[in-house]
């Protein structure tokens, strides 16, 4: 054993010793994951949120969270002489003084849309597998939590260059709180210290930006991470894979590597979009002017379906009588605030109220196919289509433009399209699925054919049997010396561990060749 080996030998027993960390390392390197690729989507997001923090720290090294006018004597030409707020000027600074300031904000604002997309993605998986039922129903209200968490701050981080379109986008904010009836007003008045635009809401963002709201997602990833490591993964149906079983590679070394290559890679590809495609552009907008209004603005991605909503919701006021105090809820209401409210209550509540329908209580560590559940899959697609027309929606300038035609005809289309393509949806997804249960080959692998040209020029076509056979799969180098470290099969799923309905189980014969770990669920 050479030097750095009882060195490092001698500090394990030292944190061994007093921490009692080799029962907990052991069990943690053995950890099994599975091997799907949709399995990544929710390290995508996480390995975004990295990304954010070290860009984030950068910027607020540089960024001023103040609303205090000053006059611009920057090195960006056109805005020189402006009045302009310190947060704005700042930003400029960042963009054209600080060295790779540019690039850094870039990589920070795609990284941001990347880790909610990677969460709205990661969520459909969720879904569509019935991946959230029980013991998962903790999780999946902690990850929908890290949604509305993150498009939050994902808002707040895109309000703080205080430029032309943010400073609408707070604008429009400040009306969506004053329409919260009864203590709208007052909740305004409190969040933005004043009547808008006051000076105190971007200080107040900062703070929130950089402080509370990322140590709060930090801890729901903690916990969200927690917990699944304790419940261990879900897995699709496969050969050996059951409902007591996990099948997959071991943390160490096979799925760290991976892990850690995909971080890369992930770095690698936001990198380049912040290199390389530019995004917002805050010098082209100019500081917010309070009566500045400019054409095909729109938010980002993830709010462009509470934007189309707002676009779409018709003029209508509820109005209550003197015998309710005569309070008026304005329009804004609707859109802005009762519909997230039911969009995330909906969210938080699907796992019980599917239990409610199907009176299903069991234990689920098997994830669904979509095609098997044609009333979940149909019920999800016409829910996604819905805000996919409110996406549109948020762009209806730019569609009216686009289209040579008048701003109403568009909303009124979309309008339609709002309640008539979800129903159309859903119910083509529904008979699809419908007719796919009905043929018993449906999802079996195609077997390749070969054209081959005989002497006499006539083609016939012949079937390749390289998917006729069951695929061998073969132990990998690390396996087979793991293996071989723990005892042969000591992880392997005994007889006595399988689930007496586990007929997959007994009709694999799952045993320690195969290529692949396994470890009992409990």
Same mark, same amino acid.
């Given at each position: ?23 907990? @390392? ?6 099994? !994951? ?19 923090? !070290? ?25 020189? /002489? ?29 990284? @941001? ?74 909740? =305004? ?8 635009? *006051? ?5 107040? +963002? ?15 990833? /903690? ?40 971080? !890369? ?67 804004? +209401? ?30 689920? $560590? ?15 697609? *016409? ?42 949806? /859903? ?31 006539? +083609? ?20 087979? =010396? ?6 042969? $099969? ?10 007496? *309905? ?6 694999? /014969? ?13």
């Amino acid at each position: 054993m050479s030097t750095l080996e009882e060195r490092a030998v001698g500090a394990a027993d030292f944190a061994d010793e007093r921490l009692g960390v080799a029962k907990f @390392a052991r069990s943690s390197f053995n950890k099994i !994951f599975p091997d799907h690729w949709s399995f990544m989507l929710g390290e995508i997001a996480m390995y975004s949120f990295v990304i954010l923090i !070290f860009t984030g720290v950068f910027l607020t090294l540089f960024y001023v969270p103040s609303q205090h006018l000053i006059t611009y004597h920057g090195s960006y030409a056109p805005l020189r /002489g402006q009045k302009m707020s310190e947060a704005y000027a700042s930003t400029l600074n960042i963009s054209f003084n600080v060295r790779a300031g540019l690039v850094m904000r870039q990589i920070h604002h795609w990284a @941001a849309d990347v880790f909610i997309a990677a969460i709205v993605v990661h969520l459909l998986r969720i879904f569509f597998t019935g991946s959230y039922r029980k013991p998962r129903e903790l999780n999946w209200i902690i990850g929908s939590s890290l949604l509305i968490l993150a498009i939050v701050n994902g808002f707040i981080g895109y309000s703080l260059p205080d430029d032309l379109i943010s400073g609408t986008g707070i604008r429009i904010a400040f009306s969506i709180i004053l329409s919260i009836p009864v203590i709208g007003s007052y909740l =305004a008045f409190f969040v933005f210290g004043s009547n808008f635009p *006051g000076t105190s809401i971007i200080p107040r +963002f900062f703070i929130i930006h950089v402080l509370i709201l990322p140590a709060i997602i930090a801890a729901l990833i /903690g916990a969200h991470l927690a917990i699944m490591w304790h419940q261990k993964h879900t897995q699709y149906p496969g050969r050996g894979r059951t409902n007591r079983n996990v099948v997959g590679i071991p943390f160490w070394p096979a799925y760290a590597l991976q892990a850690g290559g995909f971080f !890369f890679i992930t770095s690698a590809v936001i990198a380049a979009l912040g290199g390389f495609v530019q995004i917002n552009p805050i010098w082209l907008y100019g500081p917010y002017i309070p009566y500045k209004v400019s054409y095909a603005v729109q938010p980002d991605w993830y709010m462009g379906w509470l934007d189309g909503a707002l676009r779409l919701m018709p003029s209508w006021e509820a109005v209550f009588g003197p015998t309710y105090g005569g309070h008026m809820i304005p329009n804004v +209401f609707f859109p802005a605030v009762l519909l997230p409210g039911v969009t995330f209550g909906l969210l938080f509540a699907w796992p019980w109220i599917e239990k409610r329908f199907t009176k299903d209580d069991r234990e689920h $560590n098997i994830c669904d196919r979509p095609r098997e559940h044609p009333v979940r899959t149909s019920v999800g697609v *016409g829910i996604l289509m819905f805000y996919i027309v409110l996406f549109l929606a948020s762009a209806t300038d730019v569609l009216a433009n686009t289209f040579q035609t008048s701003l109403n005809l568009v909303l009124w289309t979309l309008r339609i399209m709002l309640f008539v393509l979800p129903l159309v949806a /859903g119910l083509v997804t529904y008979l699809l699925l419908r007719e796919m249960a009905a043929i018993p080959t449906i999802g079996d692998p195609k077997i390749p054919v070969e054209i081959r040209r005989d002497f006499d020029g006539s +083609f016939t076509l012949a079937e390749l049997s390289i998917h006729g056979e069951e695929e061998e799969i073969r132990e990998l180098p690390e396996e087979v =010396a793991y293996r071989s470290l723990v005892g042969g $099969n000591g992880h392997s799923m005994s007889s006595q561990d399988a689930a007496p *309905g586990d007929s997959s189980a007994e009709a694999s /014969g799952i045993e320690d060749d195969h290529g692949v770990f396994e470890v009992p669920r409990d």
